[in-house]
């Protein structure tokens, strides 16, 4: 039975293995949630909703149909928990760090599917890369949570402050936006402390773990750094210059959500709504009540979401700044595709646009499916769709109203996100033959 367990494992592809990985997490994520002292409530949590939840929370999106400070119990809270920090970090840097603590050796095979999941180049060093991982995140979360608790502890009782410090720094460093609270951090749009924390946590988780090191490694001048990381760095920070000035003009006025708040909380807001949006979830403003415009920023945003070999999901930084190499390299007629003196290789390109098309086209199908089932207003729709997508978990508030079959549809959206839709296209997809044929070359007209 075990040689029989082997043969099939070792005929997946590395996609297909991460695929039926992630979702073997989420089943057992639904058991957990469905047992009856997982909720408040007696009875226990409905098959569907349970799903949903673990989907929610393994795809680190924090989307929920019920309120997870009052429905859940402190089991139900920590089995959440427990998903968000495996999906966050990884199901193949869980598996990994369990197989180093009972001594067993890692095979090629695993090592071609924890690349993939990590979204690295190379197949070598990802074993390291995985204990620093681990370490980083220890002492990100750790010094998040102890911050955090010291901050709540004015407030709660110590035993509570420090269990609210741990659970919103390990949600707000995967980037899933869980809360605990029960609105989210509505009740701290002008504190700086709970809002410099959860931002800070938010961005180290979304810009991958192989920048990180590259910035803990000592290359303090920019230009020493890695294409990766310059890349990474500079959307990073156009993005949220970017939307920190869009998101204040557009809100300024808005009676609803930010016309009331002194000049230093409106900037506070519009700094956290301009990173929040990239795969985290939290808001210190109500969501429900941003102008459309805003909504619409916010769809960008969640669109392109963090950076690969982060916690993050959405078709990435790097994705969306080659396209845009690519699009002034074709405006202004030059050959190669060039980034911070750097070419980038054609299938780096082929790969972008395949991972925009694909994403557009789910989104496209998603959002249209769900406003033939619901009858609701269509950006509230899309805002959804896009959300879980990206897995930011941000919701204009219309999940818990979702009828079950668009909430399967957000489930398989978010499970997409997840997995990553180019990885989950491989994995049901079968590749053809390479052969050594070349077609002649024609001209097509286009634009």
Not at 209 to 223: N, Q, R
Not at 251 to 256: F, G, H, Q
Not at 403 to 427: C, D, N, Q, Y
Request: aromatic residues 10%; charged residues 10%; hydrophobic residues 50%.
């Amino acid at each position: 039975m075990q040689g029989n367990n082997r043969s099939v494992f070792s005929t997946l592809s590395p996609a297909q293995v991460l695929s039926l990985g992630y979702l073997t997490v989420i089943l057992t994520g639904t058991i957990l949630l469905s047992l009856p002292f997982a909720t408040v409530e007696a009875g226990g949590m409905a098959w569907l909703d349970a799903l949903f939840t673990a989907t929610s929370a393994t795809a680190v999106t924090g989307l929920i149909v019920e309120n997870t400070s009052t429905f859940f119990t402190l089991y139900g809270q920590i089995v959440i928990l427990i998903l968000i920090q495996i999906g966050g970090l990884g199901l193949m840097t869980m598996s990994t760090l369990l197989a180093v603590i009972v001594g067993k050796k890692i095979s090629l095979k695993q090592r071609l599917v924890l690349q993939q999941d990590l979204d690295q180049l190379n197949l070598s060093g990802v074993i390291d890369l995985v204990k620093y991982i681990l370490a980083v995140t220890f002492v990100i979360e750790g010094s998040g949570a102890l911050i955090l608790f010291l901050r709540f502890w004015q407030d709660y009782p110590p035993l509570k402050a420090l269990y609210y410090g741990i659970f919103h720094s390990v949600s707000a460093f995967n980037n899933a936006g869980f809360d605990i609270f029960g609105n989210s951090l509505e009740a701290f749009t002008g504190d700086i402390v709970v809002n410099l924390v959860i931002t800070t946590l938010i961005i180290l988780g979304g810009i991958g773990f192989a920048v990180i090191a590259e910035l803990y490694s000592g290359k303090l001048k920019f230009k020493n750094f890695s294409l990766q990381t310059k890349l990474v760095l500079s959307v990073t920070l156009i993005l949220i210059v970017v939307a920190g000035m869009g998101v204040f003009m557009l809100e300024y006025s808005n009676a609803a959500t930010m016309e009331e708040l002194p000049l230093g909380e409106k900037a506070l807001a519009s700094y956290f709504l301009a990173i929040t949006p990239r795969t985290a979830g939290f808001n210190t403003v109500a969501t429900g009540s941003l102008l459309n415009p805003t909504l619409f920023f916010i769809i960008i945003l969640m669109f392109i979401g963090a950076s690969p070999g982060s916690t993050g999901g959405g078709v990435k930084t790097t994705t969306v700044g080659i396209i845009f190499a690519v699009v002034y390299a074709t405006v202004t007629g030059k050959r190669d595709i060039e980034i911070f003196e750097r070419r980038i290789a054609k299938e780096v390109i082929c790969k972008s646009l395949a991972i925009i098309t694909i994403s557009l086209m789910l989104i496209f199908i998603v959002t249209i499916a769900l406003n033939v089932i619901e009858d609701m207003v269509f950006l509230d729709l899309l805002f959804e769709a896009v959300s879980a997508f990206g897995t930011v978990g941000l919701s204009t508030g219309v999940t818990g109203s979702l009828s079950e079959a668009s909430k399967i549809l957000i489930i398989l959206t978010m499970f997409a996100g997840r997995v990553g839709p180019l990885t989950l296209a491989i994995a049901v997809g079968e590749k053809e033959k390479q052969l050594n044929i070349r077609y002649p070359q024609e001209d097509v007209l286009v634009g």
